[in-house]
């Protein structure tokens, strides 16, 4: 029903900037919100930002004032911008969109990008 493709990941050095992308198939007005989780090797997924369909952001501790959550909605796209990047920052991102209808709960997720900080 909803597929999600995360773009925008690569190799930046510490400090450096990167803007992720995540195109829905369809309105993310729909989805009652969006998110950005992150997965570095052995560890588990854990969340780093969200939206509502209300714009209502939240951010991990991690990366408050460095990272940003947004949304164009005409063009069916969350983004992530991340400023500031740090070694700890590298993981896989992947894309998370959640539909809450009445009690039950579905997510879709996208395939994930490779963002890697290295000097």
């Known amino acids: 029903q909803v597929q999600l493709v995360e773009s925008g990941g690569g190799l930046v050095q510490p400090g450096g900037s990167l803007r992720l992308s995540c195109a829905a198939s369809?309105?993310?007005?729909?989805?009652?919100?969006m998110s950005w989780y992150r997965q570095a090797p052995g560890e588990e997924r854990e969340l780093v930002a969200s939206?509502?369909?209300?714009?209502?952001?939240n951010y991990a501790d991690s990366v408050k004032g460095r990272f940003t959550i947004s949304r164009d909605i005409a063009k069916n796209t969350v983004y992530l911008q991340m400023n500031s990047l740090k070694l700890e920052d590298t993981a896989v991102y992947y894309c998370n969109g959640r539909v809450l209808n009445g009690r039950v709960l579905a997510d879709y997720w996208g395939q994930g990008t490779q963002v890697t900080v290295s000097s």
């Open positions: 939206i509502t369909r209300g714009a209502i952001t």
């Open positions: 369809g309105s993310i007005f729909s989805l009652n919100a």
